[in-house]
């Protein structure tokens, strides 16, 4: 079993920065794409950023030019780097990863950490 574990969230003002985490561990896989996406409360769960294990990035649009997503592919772990928060980017942010184990190919998820941007 391959857990996908988050964290760095928590409240900032207005204009802050956060660096959100997301380690894997087990044993036996490998990753392809990670990415970062966002629940805000009563909405759908939509795309923040991908990174592909070659490094190639997408963002959505309302995130381009403030958050930056990166991985380590030795620590099995991606990063989303958020600059210039607003209070519409508050949300639970979740990382999602394509997991390749034992010939089989799946997406896991991770459990979620809050954002809060609020002054």
């Known amino acids: 079993q391959v857990q996908l574990v988050e964290s760095g969230g928590g409240l900032v003002q207005p204009g802050g920065s956060l660096r959100l985490s997301c380690a894997a561990s087990?044993?036996?896989?490998?990753?392809?794409?990670m990415g970062w996406y966002r629940q805000a409360a009563g909405k759908q769960r939509d795309l923040v950023a991908t990174?592909?294990?070659?490094?190639?990035?997408n963002y959505a649009d309302s995130v381009k030019g403030r958050f930056t997503i990166s991985r380590d592919n030795a620590k099995n772990t991606v990063y989303l780097q958020m600059n210039s928060l607003k209070p519409e980017d508050t949300a639970v942010y979740y990382c999602?990863?394509?997991?390749?184990?034992?010939?089989?190919?799946?997406?896991?998820w991770g459990q979620g950490t809050q954002v809060t941007v609020s002054s």
């Open positions: 999602k990863a394509r997991i390749f184990r034992i010939g089989v190919s799946y997406e896991n």
């Open positions: 087990g044993s036996g896989f490998s990753i392809s794409t």
């Open positions: 990174i592909s294990s070659g490094g190639s990035t």
